[in-house]
């Protein structure tokens, strides 16, 4: 399976390229900010989200101090708002409660299980969110999962799973060194252009033939459009 992994990502570079990745890593809670507005929504209005919420707010105490209702307003580009808003209120209200500011300093330290629990803890934070802090903002080799990624895994074989979390627990010691931004990001890519839930693009696919999907589509193609932004490499 090392092996295949290996291979699955060497295809997407030659497909995709070696994707951007931001030189300077964001704050952990940048970063849980940003993933709970990724949730469900695309990208960019994802970005336009976290955009107008650092903007309002230059320090999370500030948006600790808002209303949830205040909050949602802002982030209603997003979608999801109430519940995205009652998130970020939990999440700051936890943090300050118990680390006594809104910081998640000392992480870098830790080893990745060990911050992968201490996350999870967190109300409305889950492995993926938790896992796209490990990668983004602490650029360890871990591999976050969400849909796009279980889909694309599972139809190629490397992993054989019910659920993206699953998934997660499958992959990560597969993931070939210091390449767990690469081989996610394209993963991405493959799944929101090529290998969609419904009438993938096999035919254009750089995976057609190492992937065992059983019910691959050959029906002509149109250029997928690229959607190469990605909200969590944009996040300051």
């Not at 700051?92 to 998640?104: N, W």
């Not at 081989?183 to 009438?199: A, D, V």
């Amino acid at each position: 399976m090392k092996a295949k992994a290996k291979e699955i990502n060497r295809l997407l570079i030659d497909h995709f390229g070696i994707p951007y990745r931001s030189r300077q890593a964001p704050e952990p809670v940048d970063m849980l900010i940003a993933t709970i507005l990724s949730q469900n929504t695309n990208d960019k209005n994802s970005f336009r989200a976290y955009r107008n919420l650092r903007e309002r707010y230059p320090g999370w105490e500030e948006a600790d101090n808002a209303s949830r209702e205040e909050i949602e307003e802002i982030i209603k580009v997003a979608g999801l708002g109430k519940q995205k808003s009652a998130a970020i209120k939990n999440l700051l209200k936890e943090l300050k409660t118990k680390r006594g500011e809104i910081t998640l300093g000392n992480l870098e330290t830790r080893a990745d299980d060990d911050i992968l629990e201490e996350l999870t803890s967190y109300p409305g934070i889950g492995i993926k969110t938790a896992s796209c802090v490990l990668l983004f903002a602490l650029e360890r080799n871990v591999c976050p999962v969400d849909t796009h990624v279980h889909r694309t895994l599972n139809r190629t074989g490397l992993a054989k799973t019910k659920s993206p979390d699953k998934t997660f627990e499958a992959i990560q010691d597969f993931i070939p060194d210091d390449s767990a931004h690469q081989f996610h990001t394209n993963l991405i890519r493959l799944g929101r252009e090529i290998c969609k839930p419904k009438n993938p693009s096999c035919i254009i696919c750089p995976l057609e033939k190492i992937c065992e999907f059983p019910d691959k589509n050959y029906s002509e193609a149109k250029t997928p459009a690229e959607q190469n932004f990605m909200l969590l490499d944009n996040v300051r």
